[in-house]
């Protein structure tokens, strides 16, 4: 079965700290997409990142670092130097080749605090 | 990329009645699909909307409870029937432009079910 796991559930942080968002998922396919996405409290489903999973290589977008770790099942988020507007929920997906749906994990709700 | 726009942003309906809300593209696409989030909650596939022919529902949702049109490769709508309190949600449409490509969410459409 396919499963996304975000462990964390919220992270409270001061502003200027880094801070880690880890993604663990289990698939069978040997091919996938993982995705980052950002709800801020407006609602609305912002994306991140898709990585794909030939692709190891870390990706740095900004204050944004994603590290892609094939043998350990795991896309962790990293926000550098941590803003009161990086306050939302995140949410890591993995892509059902089946069907092209995204499997969710649960969510982290960051608060950057100023 | 994809602009999404999603018709009504929010509603409050009366228990019993139904809701049709839209989902346009703004350019053609592959893959169209509707999500649920309850509140607190993670995103949860109610179907794709397959252009052209009938949803293909996960399980857990009916048609009859969740009929979906998309007539062509730019537009679906969601209708939510007989509606009861516990279909309080945020509906979200997502686009995949090319298959294994981004996915795009619309705005969302807030519904509250009183």
């Known amino acids: 079965a396919q499963k996304v796991t975000q462990a964390q559930t919220e992270i409270s942080v001061v502003e200027k700290e880094d801070v880690t968002l880890d993604c663990v998922y289990e698939?069978?396919?040997?091919?996938?997409?993982l995705f980052w996405y950002k709800q801020p409290p407006s609602g609305e489903l912002v994306f991140l990142i898709r990585?794909?999973?030939?692709?190891?290589q870390n990706e740095i977008s900004g204050r944004y670092s994603w590290n892609f770790q094939k043998s350990t099942s795991s896309f962790n988020f990293t926000i550098t130097a941590s803003q009161v507007v990086d306050s939302a929920v995140y949410f890591c997906?993995?892509?059902?080749?089946?069907?092209?749906?995204?499997?969710f994990g649960q969510g982290t709700e960051l608060s950057v605090k100023p | 990329s994809a602009v999404i726009s999603q018709k009504p942003s929010r509603d409050i309906c009366q228990r019993g009645t139904s809701l049709t809300i839209q989902c346009q593209v703004d350019?053609?696409?592959?893959?169209m699909f509707w999500y649920r989030q309850q509140p607190g909650q993670s995103l949860t596939l109610i179907a794709t909307?397959?252009?052209?022919?009938?949803?293909?529902?996960e399980s857990g949702f009916v048609i009859d409870k969740f009929p979906i049109s998309r007539p062509n490769l730019t537009f679906s709508t969601l209708t939510v029937s007989n509606m009861s309190p516990e279909d309080s949600s945020i509906y979200l449409c997502?686009?995949?432009?090319?298959?294994?490509?981004?996915?795009?969410f619309g705005p969302g459409t807030r519904l509250t079910v009183t």
């Open positions: 997906a993995l892509r059902d080749n089946q069907g092209g749906k995204l499997i």
């Open positions: 350019s053609q696409v592959t893959m």
């Open positions: 909307a397959n252009q052209g022919s009938e949803a293909t529902y």
């Open positions: 997502s686009v995949e432009v090319e298959a294994g490509n981004e996915q795009y």
């Open positions: 698939t069978r396919d040997t091919t996938y997409y």
């Open positions: 990585r794909n999973s030939f692709d190891e």
